[in-house]
């Protein structure tokens, strides 16, 4: 158990719709990192938050938003989903020491479906 | 754009048969090199982190190490319970964030 939770564990949707994914990080991590994992393109970085302020962000889509709450828990909102949304969103966490080397813990993700 | 390429894609193993994963990578200047382990529909479990060439680490069975250009995943004696999907994940200096880019995996089974 990395001490990352992910919650909900699957979400069944239907396409154009809206869903909310939502992350706690470990205790004592300021990061929260987001993944997505297809089958087609492998594990991709979403985008990164630290203590409340995004940081980097990745191949996000413009449909797709995040945010880290002053608890440090984080949600990843997915609006207008389309069939090749379709995928396990994984969460990951870490210090965010300053010299930029930490290690990220992964959660055990959310596997959506959009049917 | 930083690159990691892992290969073999897939690896059948008979237990005790030791071998190695690689993975190559391109990357304008190395912060740091992982190594996870991903079990099917769970979250990648982190194993290694290298930081320069030339380091190694050991863990059980396996041992990581790191060049300048790639990274090897070595199995000594493999167990069926090593089998796994194995990732390889570069962190590059000069930019703002701390994000991972994986290789596509490494697939190993080991057989009784």
């Known amino acids: 158990d990395s001490g990352v939770t992910q919650t909900p564990k699957h979400l069944i949707t239907a396409t154009g719709q809206r869903v909310t994914l939502r992350c706690s990080p470990r205790s004592g991590d300021l990061s929260v990192y987001w993944y997505q994992q297809s089958l087609d393109q492998g594990l991709q970085f979403l985008i990164q938050y630290y203590n409340g302020e995004e940081r980097a962000k990745g191949n996000i889509l413009e449909r797709f938003s995040a945010q880290q709450f002053p608890d440090l828990h984080s949600e990843l909102n997915l609006s207008s989903l389309e069939l090749g949304d379709s995928a396990l969103y994984f969460c990951a966490s870490s210090v965010g020491s300053a010299s930029g080397r930490d290690t990220q813990y992964f959660g055990p993700g959310t596997r959506l479906t959009v049917l | 754009e930083d690159q990691v390429t892992q290969s073999p894609e897939a690896l059948r193993l008979q237990e005790g048969e030791s071998s190695s994963l690689n993975c190559s990578y391109t990357?304008?200047?190395?912060?740091?090199l992982f190594w996870y382990r991903q079990d099917p529909g769970k979250g990648p479990e982190f194993l290694f982190t290298?930081?320069?060439a030339g380091e190694e680490k050991e863990k059980e069975r396996l041992k990581a190490t790191l060049t300048k250009k790639e990274s090897f995943l070595h199995i000594t004696a493999p167990k069926p319970e090593d089998s796994a999907t194995y990732l390889c994940a570069v962190q590059a200096w000069g930019w703002a964030g701390n994000m991972l880019t994986f290789g596509g995996g490494t697939r190993l089974m080991v057989k009784p």
């Open positions: 990357v304008s200047g190395l912060r740091g």
């Open positions: 290298l930081y320069s």
